[in-house]
């Protein structure tokens, strides 16, 4: 995908890295990445190698699901890193974010893990790809069945550009 396939917001910085011989978009500060192909996902997923660059809250980030234009309200796969991986499942609704679910993971945070953030119907998971095979991490229903449809992206939440998450190897589609 390039760069003119997403529709960019948000304070900080975008980059493409080259790390490892493979070109990586580097997000920084409070930076937001719509997929621009299509705005009316239902049924959906997106897949990325993600890494976070630092174990505490200076750098966290993630997946969106079913977002509106104005990255107001949407589902969000948010990955903070302490020793491992924390995964959160939130509900954000006119800026107003609910936790749905949170679970810790085996994998480090400063390696990339294929993550899969999913949603079928109003239920929502996050899977890792380990040793050739989808695991499952977690899975929560949303009862409140907030959000309908929308775009699929990414976002980056640091406080500053010397922290940053980094993406590679990105999918969205229809599971």
Request: with cysteine; glycine share 12%; net charge negative.
């Amino acid at each position: 995908m390039a760069k003119t396939d997403w529709d960019i917001t948000g304070d900080g910085g975008i980059s493409v890295i080259n790390e490892g011989g493979s070109m990586r978009c580097q997000l920084s500060g409070v930076k937001y990445m719509l997929w621009n192909g299509r705005g009316d996902f239902t049924d959906s997923e997106i897949i990325a190698d993600i890494r976070l660059s630092t174990n505490n809250t200076n750098a966290r980030g993630g997946l969106l699901l079913r977002s509106n234009a104005t990255i107001g309200t949407f589902y969000r796969c948010r990955i903070y890193g302490a020793t491992n991986r924390t995964y959160y499942i939130d509900r954000v609704v006119n800026g107003v974010s609910t936790q749905l679910a949170s679970v810790g993971s085996s994998q480090p945070y400063n390696i990339y893990t294929r993550t899969r953030f999913r949603v079928d119907g109003f239920q929502l998971s996050i899977e890792e790809y380990l040793s050739g095979a989808w695991n499952l991490v977690t899975t929560v229903e949303d009862t409140n069945h907030a959000i309908l449809s929308g775009y699929a992206g990414l976002t980056g939440i640091s406080v500053n550009t010397s922290y940053n998450i980094r993406f590679d190897n990105i999918d969205i589609g229809e599971p």
